[in-house]
Nanobody
Framework: QVQLVESGGGSVQAGGSLRLSCAAS????????MGWFRQAPGKEREFVAF????????TYADSVKGRFTVSRDNAKNTVYLQMNSLKPEDTAVYHC????????????????????WGQGTQVTVSS
C-alpha cells in the first residue's frame, strides 16, 4: 500500500513556474513507476508525465514537452514536476499516481495503469 500526497500548487500568471511535489509513504518507493496526470473542470483526467523507478526513463505529453520536467528523489520518497512557461490551459488539479514495477506490460499514459493516486493539488494559471 502506498499513500501519495501532492503539494506545491498555487496561482501564477502565464509564463510563470511552479514545482509540484508528491510524497509517498513506504520503504520501497524505487520499486514504483510514477505518473503525473491533470484534470480540468468538465474534462477527463489526462496524462502529463511518467518516470521509471530509477528515474532514467521519462515520457511527456506533447502539450507539456519542453516546458515540464519530471524527476524523483528515491531517498526522499518524492517525485517532482517542474513546470515552466505555464499557460492558462495548464490550469487543472494535478495528481500523482503510482504503479508497482515488474507487473507486466502497461501503458504509462493511461490512468488504468496506476493503482494508487493522490488527492491532487490545484494549479491555476491566469493570462
Amino acid at each position: 500500500q502506498v499513500q501519495l500526497v501532492e503539494s506545491g500548487g498555487g496561482s501564477v500568471q502565464a509564463g510563470g513556474s511552479l514545482r509540484l511535489s508528491c510524497a509517498a509513504s513506504g520503504r520501497t518507493f524505487s520499486s514504483y513507476v510514477m505518473g503525473w496526470f491533470r484534470q480540468a473542470p468538465g474534462k477527463e483526467r489526462e496524462f502529463v508525465a511518467f518516470i521509471s523507478g530509477s528515474g532514467i526513463s521519462t515520457t511527456y505529453a506533447d502539450s507539456v514537452k519542453g516546458r515540464f520536467t519530471v524527476s524523483r528523489d528515491n531517498a526522499k520518497n518524492t517525485v517532482y514536476l517542474q513546470m515552466n512557461s505555464l499557460k492558462p490551459e495548464d490550469t487543472a488539479v494535478y495528481h500523482c499516481a503510482a504503479r508497482p514495477n515488474g507487473r507486466g506490460s502497461y501503458v504509462p499514459y493511461s490512468t488504468m495503469a496506476y493503482d494508487y493516486w493522490g488527492q491532487g493539488t490545484q494549479v491555476t494559471v491566469s493570462s
